[in-house]
């Protein structure tokens, strides 16, 4: 598959320092995550993972993720989760 692409994300740097080692001891690197976490998405019709908040939060997983979205485009992604949500809980109609 061509890499014809490119995406760029802001982030702590340190976090990015710890991932980038981590990914490079197990003898990839943190891009390679990236193209898995993107296609694993795509195999499974959302995220690769279930989010979890954490009792200290008290909040849901879309709100722990909501820091991090587009402020212009929030409530259209929180209407697309949860009906991503819905339908992976119930099935599509």
Do not use: C, W
């Amino acid at each position: 598959m061509r890499k014809n692409a490119t995406l760029q994300v802001r982030m702590d740097s340190d976090i990015k320092a710890q991932v980038e080692k981590l990914y490079e001891d197990m003898g990839s690197s943190f891009a390679e995550a990236v193209r898995i976490f993107a296609q694993q998405s795509l195999l499974r019709g959302g995220l690769p993972f279930t989010v979890f908040a954490t009792p200290q939060q008290n909040q849901t997983a879309f709100g722990i993720l909501a820091d991090y979205g587009n402020p212009d485009i929030r409530s259209r992604e929180r209407a697309f989760y949860i009906k991503a949500m819905e339908e992976r809980m119930h099935g599509s109609d």
